[in-house]
């Protein structure tokens, strides 16, 4: 089945490093990629929706200076966390569209999440 | 608007049945989903609906109603590693998911 493959799985960093989480699918082509947050005990939210080849659409409350996307081919999407503080700890997952799914299948595949810790 | 109402947390024994509610209000729908997640980790999907009526596989079901904007996700002979989070979310007009706060099910011996 289709795979969404997320990496780094952990980052523990310096406040003020910028990181970089890629997400890959593996065996389909994405022209859609999701990025999510999530916070201990809550849900997921939206952050942005990454488009192949034109700029990443973001949720109302997300800085999109802070949160850089790049959607550089139909396999790949990056997320880059600039001068991470903090706050901005938390699960990061991405998702990437399989517009070829069957009806009953899931439209969406989740790569494993990002941990993110800013000491 | 857009809104998805689903309960907070359910406790429930090993063995026993549950049902998890979720209630939806949209203009635009593509489909009902239903999602598990263990903490720490990515959501698993379970279940879709987009027709009316039940949906089963194996101990998990799933049944939607659009005309009342309600789905429920009905979980049989719960084992213990049953207890996690279940998302529930719908597709709206432009394919987006649009999710819950999850319903954290907890299941005792």
């Known amino acids: 089945g289709a795979v969404v493959s997320q990496h780094p799985s952990r980052v523990i960093c310096k406040s003020g490093t910028s990181v970089k989480i890629e997400c890959r699918s593996l065996?389909?082509?994405?022209?859609?990629m999701f990025w999510y947050r999530q916070f201990p005990k809550q849900s997921l939210m939206l952050m942005a929706t990454?488009?192949?080849?034109?700029?990443?659409?973001?949720e109302q409350g997300v800085e999109k200076d802070k949160f850089l996307i790049n959607h550089a081919s139909l396999t790949l999407s990056t997320l880059t966390v600039t001068s991470a503080h903090p706050e901005d700890s938390s699960f990061y997952i991405c998702?990437?569209?399989?517009?070829?799914?069957?009806?009953?299948?899931?439209?969406?595949?989740f790569g494993d999440g990002t941990r993110l810790s800013i000491l | 608007g857009q809104n998805i109402d689903q309960p907070t947390e359910m406790t429930a024994t090993e063995g026993a049945i549950v049902q998890i509610n979720c209630t939806y209000q949209?203009?635009?729908?593509?489909?009902l989903f239903w999602y598990q997640q263990h903490a720490g980790e990515a959501p698993t999907f379970l279940s879709y609906?987009?027709l009316d009526g039940l949906e089963e596989k194996g101990r998990f079901s799933s049944f939607l109603s659009r005309s009342k904007g309600y789905s429920y996700l009905l979980l049989k002979e719960l084992q213990m590693k049953d207890s996690a989070s279940y998302l529930c979310?719908?597709?709206?007009?432009?394919?987006?998911?649009?999710w819950g706060a999850g319903t954290k099910l907890i299941i005792k011996p």
């Open positions: 998702s990437a569209r399989d517009l070829k799914a069957g009806e009953g299948s899931q439209p969406q595949h």
């Open positions: 609906n987009v």
């Open positions: 990454s488009n192949e080849g034109s700029k990443a659409t973001y």
């Open positions: 949209t203009s635009g729908f593509n489909g």
């Open positions: 065996d389909f082509q994405a022209t859609t």
């Open positions: 979310a719908f597709m709206d007009s432009n394919y987006q998911l649009i």
